[in-house]
Structures are given as C-alpha cells and as structure tokens.
C-alpha cells in the first residue's frame, strides 16, 4: 500500500504550522517499514490532487477548526465525513483541502485519506512556533498519527536518537543555526 504522510499548513502563522512540524517530526525520529511518502505539504492547494489519487492512503497532518471545541483537541476524521463537514473550512488551506478531496470523490478516483487535525490556539500571529497548549498537546497528535499509520499496516520503529518537538521548531526559526545538521543526518 502506497502511503502519503502530508503536513500542511503555514510555519509563520504559530499554530498554523504544526502540522508541518508533525510531519517533519515523524519522519525525522522513525524508521519506517513500508511504502511511504513524508510531505511537507505547506499550502499545496492543487497539487494536493496527486496525492488524493495516486497514493492508496492519505494522512493528512493539519489544524482543524471545530466550533466550540477546546483548544487542543485532537481529531481523526476520515475524508469522506469531511465532505459534508461545512465546519471544518475556516482557513484558506483547509477549503484548499476540503475542495480537492471533493474534486478526486467527483472523478471518482479518491483515496482512503483520514484528516488528523488539532484545535488550534493561534494561527494569526506572525510568529514561527507553537502555542504553549499546543506544544503540551503535540505528543497525543503524534500518537493519533502513529496509531492511523499503524492501522495501515505500517511498521514504525523509533530512532535511538530523537529529535524533540523543541529542537525541530529551533531549526524552523533559524534555518542557518549551526545545528541544522541534525535534520535528516537518520541517527
């Protein structure tokens, strides 16, 4: 099965971007037993598209934005219950999102995509980095991805050396810090 991990978001607006930093956390601090696909997917848009197509298996790391609910909050929604989740398109990406998951289940030719996505605190301030609420919350987002990926039949075994949430947000802030030779080096 062909697995596309996607971290979307945007790294300069606080809680915007974590799933960007989830996907590079996973990717950096596992090794990985089975056909997947780490994505940085930023604000991908359109392109999401091939990936809603030609992977079997879609996780997608975002902010979801759920009326009501605390801050924190952690959610696996598979993607055919977000295609009539009108809630859930709050932010530019997330309609990018919704929009092309509708777009691949009209042709027909969509893959299993689950959204795995987390109530954030801040995603107005220019500022790279997370919210202390999301910071506490980011392990039970990881272990909410781990389990999806897992139930795909993907084998995960973790780094002896690992990579905290602090040290790759470090790296995201000061891309020319002395230690950026930490990501990807596969410890």
């Keep these: 099965m062909r697995i596309a991990v996607i971290g979307a978001g945007t790294i300069i607006f ?3 971007g974590v799933g960007v ?16 696909t780490f994505v940085d997917g930023g604000v991908l848009g359109f392109k ?21 609910d605390k801050v924190g909050s952690i959610y696996n929604i598979p993607g055919e219950e977000l295609l009539g989740l009108g809630s859930y398109k709050q932010t530019a990406h997330e309609v990018e999102i919704v929009e092309m998951l509708e777009i691949a289940a009209l042709n027909g030719n969509l ?13 107005l301030s220019v ?14 987002f990881i272990d909410t991805a ?16 690992e990579l905290t949430i602090e040290e790759i947000l470090y790296l995201y802030d000061n891309p020319q810090s002395e230690h950026k030779d ?6």
């Design 14 to 16: 606080r809680d915007e």
């Design 21 to 36: 930093y989830a996907q590079r956390y996973l990717e950096e601090n596992y090794i990985v037993n089975g056909d997947v």
């Design 48 to 68: 999401l598209m091939t990936y809603y197509t030609d992977y079997d298996k879609v996780i997608i790391l975002d902010t979801i934005t759920m009326n009501n």
């Design 111 to 123: 893959s299993d995509v689950n959204i795995v996505g987390i109530v954030p605190e801040d995603i």
């Design 127 to 140: 500022k790279v980095g997370l919210s202390d609420t999301l910071l506490k919350a980011f392990p039970l």
């Design 146 to 161: 781990l389990k999806e990926l897992q139930i795909s039949g993907v084998e995960l075994i973790k780094k002896e050396k």
């Design 182 to 187: 930490l990501i990807g080096k596969g410890r």
